[in-house]
């Protein structure tokens, strides 16, 4: 009995605020938009029972979706969100895999100090992350005055309000989500294998190669999911540094929901979104299983 | 064996330095007099002075560490006792469903959990305000805490709970007394850790707080939209002195009451 509150609780709590919420927004997705509060025409109504589940069946037009897939807009924005994630994670990892190596190579008193400073910025607001590159990378920006003072442009470079801006936050503010798991499993390995190789008669770079880098792998999964999966729905990094040039779903889901005013087609933008994410989402899930129990 | 090469060297500092520049050159600028963040016109802390006087901003303050003191609370009681279900209640019907609900938040875009959580609301008609951003709050961050809380439940020994059962405590006096000590130091990171994400929040909130309750992220985030303003500089210097201070101070703490612990063993053994 005991046992079965001690589960209860968290479960259900979870059940009622992250799985109803789900099939809310799904049930919403196939409704109609209304002029009224709530600005949607509800198409399931389950007070009349299984006479209105049949009724709603029989109007079950997936009208949002169809216009989803009518309008290149939204079609344009996935893609566009796709692409950004995946060239923004390869661009974390090629920047965070050598920070998380190098500081397995510090000594021992200092490691705790590198990873404290790589934990830092995660506890410091996102916003005010993305907000400092604003001042940075914009016309008149601390970039633009540097690279003009050092004679190296003559004039300044529009970097803030196009896709070069969100890459660049996007990295910044995901490096940790890099580093951090990949810091882990090589700090786990074990020295005398990369000794053997070296004995065997492996060059340093070629033992790398044969065993840090493959051996590193259950890490770096780990950390191209932790960036790739947010990232794909960010909204923050694209409103602020990213301009009216920049596509991305989330902003158009915002928009959609805040400027339109259109909670079912919110609802089918939100549906779509969540069917491209499960599939990384249960792969991840596997991944850090199985670091869990080769860890066990 | 282990070495820093010039290049382990030249990615630690160009790393660091990508990690921090932007923070320092915000730093700066919030002390500079002149109204353009662009240009430097001297030394001031008149930003700050004008951010005191704003009442809006002193508002969403107090609204954002209410929310944030609730939710964090809450999620460390509700993810300890998922963490400790999640590692040691064995088998049970919809431990997939259950293990996917603790992992899934963690990866999912704010704004899906941000409208699905106000369609629910609107849905059991619950008035949006400071309440509603605690409930989500509370439901994403005891995700983290459960996350942290049970990796430290896994390394746990649990013959030291099976010896106070055995002494005839009752599970709870056992967990109190036995387990709760034990996974202290993972809990209070688990509080810490939900009270900075709920402080940082501004997606989720957005979607869940009513006309009634702004917080500070919503606050900062509809300024910052006009572009750079110095008192937002000034706000950000403030919030990031409070977390270096706080993340600092935490670590430091940790680390004396683990050399602590290590003498207390040492003279137990010695004894």
Same mark, same amino acid.
Not at chain 1, 19 to 41: N, R, T
Not at chain 2, 175 to 188: D, G, Q, Y
């Given at each position: 009995?005991?046992?079965?509150?001690?589960?209860?609780?968290?479960?259900?709590?979870?059940?009622?605020?992250?799985?109803?919420?789900?099939?809310?927004?799904?049930?919403?997705?196939?409704?109609?938009?209304?002029?009224?509060?709530?600005?949607?025409?509800?198409?399931?109504?389950? /007070?009349?029972?299984?006479?209105?589940?049949?009724?709603?069946?029989?109007?079950?037009?997936?009208?949002?979706?169809?216009?989803?897939?009518?309008?290149?807009?939204?079609?344009?924005?996935?893609?566009?969100?796709?692409?950004?994630?995946?060239?923004?994670?390869?661009?974390?990892?090629?920047?965070?895999?050598?920070? /998380?190596?190098?500081?397995?190579?510090?000594?021992?008193?200092?490691?705790?100090?590198?990873?404290?400073?790589?934990?830092?910025?995660?506890?410091?607001?996102?916003?005010?992350?993305?907000?400092?590159?604003?001042?940075?990378?914009?016309?008149?920006?601390?970039?633009?005055?540097?690279?003009?003072?050092?004679?190296?442009?003559?004039?300044?470079?529009?970097?803030?309000?196009?896709?070069?801006?969100?890459?660049?936050?996007?990295?910044?503010?995901?490096?940790?989500?890099?580093?951090?798991?990949?810091?882990?499993?090589?700090?786990?390995?074990?020295?005398?294998?990369?000794?053997?190789?070296?004995?065997?008669?492996?060059?340093?770079?070629? /033992?790398?190669?044969?065993?840090?880098?493959?051996?590193?792998?259950?890490?770096?999964?780990?950390?191209?999911?932790?960036?790739?999966?947010?990232?794909?729905?960010?909204?923050?990094?694209?409103?602020?540094?990213?301009?009216?040039?920049?596509?991305?779903?989330?902003?158009?889901?915002?928009?959609?929901?805040?400027?339109?005013?259109?909670?079912?087609?919110?609802?089918?933008?939100?549906?779509?979104?969540?069917?491209?994410?499960?599939?990384?989402?249960?792969?991840?899930?596997?991944?850090?299983?199985?670091?869990?129990?080769?860890?066990? | 064996?282990?070495?820093?090469?010039?290049?382990?060297?030249?990615?630690?500092?160009?790393?660091?330095?990508?990690?921090?520049?932007?923070?320092?050159?915000?730093?700066?600028?919030?002390?500079?007099?002149?109204?353009?963040?662009?240009?430097?016109?001297?030394?001031?802390?008149?930003?700050?002075?004008?951010?005191?006087?704003?009442?809006?901003?002193?508002?969403?303050?107090?609204?954002?560490?209410?929310?944030?003191?609730?939710?964090?609370?809450?999620?460390?009681?509700?993810?300890?006792?998922?963490?400790?279900?999640?590692?040691?209640?064995?088998?049970?019907?919809?431990?997939?469903?259950?293990?996917?609900?603790?992992?899934?938040?963690?990866?999912?875009?704010?704004?899906?959990?941000?409208?699905?959580?106000?369609?629910?609301?609107?849905?059991?008609?619950?008035?949006?305000?400071?309440?509603?951003?605690?409930?989500?709050?509370?439901?994403?961050?005891?995700?983290?805490?459960?996350?942290?809380?049970?990796?430290?439940?896994?390394?746990?020994?649990?013959?030291?709970?099976?010896?106070?059962?055995?002494?005839?405590?009752?599970?709870?006096?056992?967990?109190?007394?036995?387990?709760?000590?034990?996974?202290?130091?993972?809990?209070?990171?688990?509080?810490?850790?939900?009270?900075?994400?709920?402080?940082?929040?501004?997606?989720?909130?957005?979607?869940?707080?009513?006309?009634?309750?702004?917080?500070?992220?919503?606050?900062?985030?509809?300024?910052?939209?006009?572009?750079?303003?110095?008192?937002?500089?000034?706000?950000?210097?403030?919030?990031?002195?409070?977390?270096?201070?706080?993340?600092?101070?935490?670590?430091?703490?940790?680390?004396?009451?683990?050399?602590?612990?290590?003498?207390?063993?040492?003279?137990?053994?010695?004894?």
């Amino acid at each position: 009995m005991r046992r079965f509150v001690l589960i209860a609780i968290p479960y259900f709590w979870l059940l009622a605020l992250f799985l109803v919420p789900f099939a809310i927004v799904f049930k919403i997705s196939l409704s109609d938009i209304a002029l009224s509060i709530p600005p949607y025409l509800p198409q399931l109504d389950l /007070a009349k029972g299984w006479e209105g589940f049949t009724k709603f069946l029989g109007a079950l037009d997936f009208e949002n979706f169809k216009f989803l897939m009518m309008d290149d807009l939204y079609y344009k924005a996935y893609l566009s969100s796709l692409k950004i994630a995946a060239i923004s994670t390869f661009l974390t990892l090629l920047i965070g895999y050598p920070i /998380a190596y190098a500081m397995t190579r510090a000594s021992e008193e200092w490691r705790p100090t590198l990873l404290m400073l790589v934990i830092l910025p995660f506890w410091t607001s996102f916003l005010i992350r993305v907000y400092a590159w604003i001042g940075i990378l914009g016309q008149e920006g601390f970039l633009n005055q540097t690279l003009m003072f050092l004679g190296l442009t003559s004039e300044p470079l529009i970097i803030l309000n196009t896709p070069i801006a969100v890459y660049i936050g996007i990295v910044y503010t995901y490096l940790p989500f890099m580093i951090l798991p990949i810091y882990s499993t090589l700090e786990k390995l074990d020295d005398s294998l990369l000794e053997a190789a070296e004995d065997l008669g492996c060059s340093r770079i070629k /033992a790398f190669w044969l065993v840090t880098f493959p051996l590193s792998r259950g890490g770096i999964i780990a950390g191209c999911f932790l960036v790739f999966i947010p990232t794909l729905g960010e909204f923050v990094i694209p409103s602020l540094l990213g301009g009216s040039n920049t596509l991305m779903i989330g902003k158009v889901l915002w928009d959609e929901f805040f400027s339109n005013r259109d909670w079912p087609l919110a609802s089918a933008v939100a549906v779509i979104l969540l069917l491209i994410l499960i599939i990384p989402i249960i792969l991840f899930q596997r991944n850090e299983q199985k670091q869990r129990e080769s860890e066990g | 064996m282990r070495r820093l090469t010039w290049f382990n060297t030249t990615s630690l500092t160009l790393g660091f330095a990508f990690l921090y520049l932007p923070m320092v050159i915000l730093v700066i600028y919030s002390f500079n007099s002149s109204k353009l963040v662009t240009v430097w016109a001297g030394f001031s802390t008149k930003w700050y002075g004008e951010l005191m006087r704003n009442e809006a901003f002193l508002d969403a303050a107090w609204v954002t560490i209410k929310v944030a003191v609730l939710s964090s609370t809450f999620a460390t009681v509700l993810g300890t006792l998922a963490a400790y279900v999640l590692v040691r209640a064995g088998r049970f019907w919809g431990r997939t469903l259950f293990s996917g609900m603790i992992y899934a938040p963690l990866v999912m875009p704010e704004v899906i959990t941000g409208l699905s959580l106000l369609l629910l609301f609107i849905g059991i008609g619950l008035d949006r305000g400071v309440m509603t951003i605690v409930l989500a709050h509370t439901t994403f961050s005891m995700c983290y805490v459960s996350v942290v809380v049970s990796s430290r439940l896994a390394t746990f020994d649990m013959s030291l709970e099976e010896a106070a059962l055995d002494l005839g405590s009752t599970p709870f006096e056992a967990f109190r007394l036995v387990t709760l000590p034990i996974i202290a130091p993972a809990v209070i990171s688990g509080w810490l850790l939900a009270f900075t994400l709920s402080l940082d929040d501004l997606v989720i909130a957005s979607f869940t707080s009513g006309p009634s309750a702004t917080t500070l992220p919503i606050k900062i985030f509809s300024a910052v939209r006009l572009g750079v303003s110095p008192e937002i500089n000034a706000l950000s210097t403030i919030m990031i002195a409070i977390v270096t201070i706080g993340v600092i101070s935490a670590s430091l703490i940790s680390k004396r009451a683990a050399v602590r612990q290590r003498l207390e063993e040492q003279q137990a053994v010695r004894s």
